[in-house]
């Protein structure tokens, strides 16, 4: 969960605040802004000397904690790097390093400024937004199954005192919220975060913002037709769930913007069975799906005036008596048959049905879909990118500025005829399965650009980036949450 409950502004001076802590940002050139200036007077010359004697050189993920007692106990230092290299992605690590600095100390309450505006181009609106999304993500820990350890330290009352803006302070909590969200979720064992838990928390995020949410069980998706979903889904005892939420923001009968996740909330590889080491992780196999959620979640509370449809596949993929088999033909919601040559290629699967059923009952101006589809973009883009194609050039270049925009990076990938070409099946329509170790990421592009019929349509390959192993200034190894703060920017650009 994040680790911050009030976030603040206020006008009041310093002194009558006279915070535990307060947490200033400085850049490499030594430049202290007149905001700075009056803090190091009140504090009798304890910063610039420190800084003049170079005990702080204002690197990035570098902090000093000095203590000079006026205007506060305790002045937190935080390095922004070169100013000519700053970017808001920059001044999110920045607070992400701040907050937890200020937590291991195990203070709960602490006084900032919105650092280093002047050196970007950005609204103040957006640089205050990222750096409350900052403080929140950093501050984020997963400690639910823990009950003899010591909690992480909640920070009760964060105070911004310099540079803040109302909007974009209220943007920022709503956008980390909603990923924080998306990451407990994603560390919840698959015992927990079961495809009926998903239903619930699509319920809650409905209920609390009147959208309209619709879900169909086994029995229904696979009377529906979605032949593949249904195939992923036979090996499982834990009931199945085909999840839609929709939020109505803009008018009536404007086409919807879709996000569709992979949901499978734990990935065996089924009759194609995983080998076991590091198996565990595959209950991370559900992050698109918690991706939508968030999405969803931090929309009802933005409230962007267009409409939105979120659809989710969940399902475990399991090996047993009535699992799919490799070999299997299936048909899917659009008719087309598969041949499943490896029941581990489920998220393609469940994917073709969830696509298909959007593109044709909803009609999106834009779908774009979330998805820990293959290893082999991590053996493409490692654990920096996801990697994103799609049939519409136009949304690509709208999600690539989005990347860059949140600091959730992507990078693209061709869907040429050729590789098209490698998932054609000698004996169904299709297979789900592309040349052998040749371009596997693409290939799974490949398969989910049949179910998409003329939908303007993207996919984002988050294998690589949903989780990570080493901690980041803004994200603790883990679950990340990605792909939420990069569908609001698409919203924003696109909307
Ligand atoms: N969920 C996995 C992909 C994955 C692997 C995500 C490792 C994160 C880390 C997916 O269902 C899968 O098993 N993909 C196969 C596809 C292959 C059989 C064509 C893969 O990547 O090996
Ligand atoms: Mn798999
Ligand atoms: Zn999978």
Redesign the pocket.
């Known amino acids: 969960m994040a680790y911050v409950k009030r976030i603040q502004i206020t006008r009041r001076s310093l002194d009558s605040l006279s915070p535990e802590v307060l947490v200033l940002g400085l850049f490499e050139d030594g430049e202290l802004s007149d905001f700075h200036k009056n803090i190091d007077e009140a504090a009798a010359g304890a910063l610039s000397q420190r800084i003049e004697i170079g005990d702080f050189e204002g690197k990035a993920g570098k902090t000093l904690s000095i203590f000079p007692g006026k205007p506060a106990n305790r002045i937190l230092l935080v390095g922004l790097g070169k100013r000519e290299d700053f970017t808001l992605d920059r001044l999110r690590q920045a607070a992400g390093t701040a907050v937890k600095t200020v937590q291991a100390s195990k203070i709960d309450t602490m006084a900032s400024e919105v650092p280093g505006g002047d050196a970007l181009k950005s609204a103040a609106a957006e640089v205050s937004q990222a750096w409350v999304e900052g403080l929140i993500l950093g501050s984020y820990r997963f400690l639910d199954y823990k009950s003899d350890t010591e909690d992480a330290t909640v920070m009760n009352r964060i105070t911004l005192i310099n540079g803040a803006s109302r909007v974009g302070v209220e943007r920022g909590r709503a956008v980390a919220e909603a990923v924080c969200f998306a990451r407990d979720l994603a560390n919840h064992p698959s015992n927990v975060a079961t495809p009926a838990r998903l239903v619930t928390e699509a319920r809650r995020i409905a209920r609390s913002s009147g959208m309209r949410c619709k879900v169909m069980g086994r029995d229904q998706f696979t009377q529906m037709g979605m032949g593949a979903f249904a195939s992923v889904a036979r090996g499982a005892d834990e009931p199945p769930k085909f999840i839609l939420i929709q939020y109505s923001g803009g008018k009536k009968g404007e086409k919807p913007f879709a996000f569709v996740g992979?949901g499978?909330t734990f990935?065996t590889?089924g009759i194609?069975i995983?080998p076991s080491s590091k198996m565990d992780?595959?209950k991370?196999?559900m992050c698109g799906a918690a991706t939508v959620l968030g999405i969803m979640q931090a929309v009802g509370r933005l409230k962007p005036k267009v409409n939105i449809v979120g659809a989710i596949a969940a399902t475990e993929?399991m090996p047993g008596g009535h699992a799919t088999k490799p070999g299997d033909i299936v048909r899917a919601y659009n008719g087309k048959t598969i041949e499943i040559l490896?029941t581990?290629?489920?998220?393609r699967l469940v994917l073709a049905d969830a696509l298909a059923y959007v593109s044709q009952k909803h009609d999106p101006r834009y779908m774009v879909n979330f998805a820990?589809?293959?290893?082999?973009?991590?053996i493409a883009l490692g654990h920096v990118a996801s990697g994103v194609m799609g049939n519409d050039e136009k949304l690509i270049d709208a999600i690539r500025k989005a990347a860059e925009a949140s600091g959730e990076k992507v990078w693209p990938l061709p869907l040429w005829d050729e590789y098209c070409d490698d998932i054609k099946s000698k004996i169904a329509d299709v297979k789900?399965?592309?040349a052998p170790r040749q371009a596997?990421t693409i290939?799974?592009g490949a398969f989910l650009k049949e179910f998409v019929g003329e939908t303007p349509w993207a996919h984002v390959d988050i294998?690589?980036t949903?989780w990570r192993d080493k901690d980041q200034p803004y994200m603790p190894a883990g679950p990340s949450g990605v792909g939420i703060r990069l569908s609001l920017e698409l919203l924003n650009i696109l909307g």
């Open positions: 992979k499978i990935d590889g194609s995983k992780e595959m991370f196999d993929n490896n581990d290629a489920e998220g820990t589809l293959t290893g082999a973009v991590i789900n399965l592309g596997g290939a799974g294998a690589g949903a």
